[in-house]
């Protein structure tokens, strides 16, 4: 398995790395290594100072403090039996009872999750979060914009190492770790509808310790049951944080206007998206699908013309004009390389 640079992937990336973002054949594969740093090896032991924190303490400040995406928490508010993002448009449904399900309505198809099984079956609101709370482990459930992610807490060395997250997908829609043309991953995953059309896309796994050490994890995929396996050692230091985050849309709209007397697509990024440009590796798995994700989405517009430009204009948006915020795409615009498309400022 090929080691991921990340910086070459972040905002130094390569042409020929960038042409291959949306032919990429994904194979099957049973498990992929990942860290905070989106690597492909394994870490060796942390020789860390041992500082013992009580579980109690995790709250929704450590956990975006330790999350290595930085991803704000959305405010939520209850509505009956749930709670709901406060932003209506999110459409983010966080249970308060494991019969219910997490689900994620900002995208174009919705996507259900199951509660992990850990802790108890009621959960209690703390701040933004809903805990479901265990003697060994503990799950926290968070709402983000356009998605959400289910924090594990490991309270100590009896905690369980395997946790299982089940997607309630529609129709025939799967889960597929996402790779290049090469073979490359890094431990990210795309959740696709029946015609193979992006709907989704998981975060690589990540895990930390007390310290903030990380800790060796990696996905696991069987049908639609997600399983992130946390690989603590001797010296790592409890409670340990692990979080898979999915997301389901990757803009908060997507319409056609007229600027300066032109056709252009107007895109407004979210967080993910832009968060993802300093991932590394993980921006290859959101290029791919929210590319993809965008011509699904307009292709069959009057105004969608000139196919590779617009896509030269997109990827150029993606790593280079990522803090824009909005991604205006023109059909108008000439068919030139890559390369000259970053050179005109994302203007050819």
């Known amino acids: 398995m090929k080691k991921l640079n990340s910086i070459k992937i972040g905002r130094v990336l390569a042409f020929t790395l960038v042409a291959t973002l949306i032919m990429t054949s994904v194979a099957p594969v049973v498990s992929v290594y990942a860290d905070n740093s989106n690597t ?49 448009e999110e459409g983010i449904e966080l249970p308060l009872n494991k019969k219910d399900n997490i689900i994620i309505n900002g995208g174009s198809e919705k996507i259900e999750m199951a509660v992990s099984s850990v802790g108890n079956d ?46 309630k997908l529609e ?42 050490m990380p800790v060796n994890t990696h996905y696991e995929i069987n049908g639609t049951t997600l399983t992130q396996v946390i690989e603590p050692t001797p010296v790592t230091a409890y409670p340990v944080i692990a979080d898979p985050s999915v997301y389901s849309w990757y803009f908060k709209s997507g319409k056609w206007i007229t600027r300066g007397g032109v056709r252009s697509l107007s895109l407004k990024p979210n967080l ?18 929210s590319w993809l994700g965008v011509k699904s989405k307009f292709k069959t517009s009057k105004y969608w013309k000139n196919e590779r430009s617009i896509y030269n204009q ?30 005109r400022k994302c203007n050819p």
């Not at 579980?55 to 403090?65: A, F, L, V």
């Not at 503990?138 to 395997?162: F, Y």
């Not at 992006?198 to 690589?204: E, S």
């Open 40 to 88: 492909l090896y394994k870490h060796g032991n942390h020789l860390t100072e041992y500082t013992q924190t009580n579980p109690k303490e995790i709250n929704e400040k450590k956990i975006e403090m330790l999350d290595p995406n930085h991803m704000d928490v959305v405010p939520i508010k209850k509505d009956e039996e749930k709670y709901v993002s406060t932003n209506e």
């Open 122 to 167: 009621q959960g209690v609101v703390e701040d933004n979060t809903v805990f479901y709370n265990g003697k060994e482990a503990s799950v926290g459930v968070q709402a983000l914009e356009n998605g959400a992610r289910q924090v594990i807490i490991l309270k100590n060395e009896k905690a369980p190492l395997r946790y299982d997250f089940t997607y």
């Open 171 to 212: 129709n025939k829609s799967y889960l597929k770790f996402a790779q290049l043309e090469d073979g490359t991953q890094d431990g990210s995953i795309i959740i696709y509808n029946e015609q193979d059309e992006p709907i989704g896309m998981i975060d690589p796994p990540w895990a930390k310790d007390n310290n903030g």
């Open 272 to 289: 993910a998206l832009r968060a993802s440009v300093g991932l590394g590796g993980a921006s290859v798995a959101i290029a791919q699908s």
């Open 314 to 343: 997109y990827i150029c948006h993606f790593y280079f004009a990522f803090y824009k915020s909005e991604f205006n795409l023109e059909p108008h615009r000439k068919t030139v390389s890559l390369a000259k498309t970053i050179a």
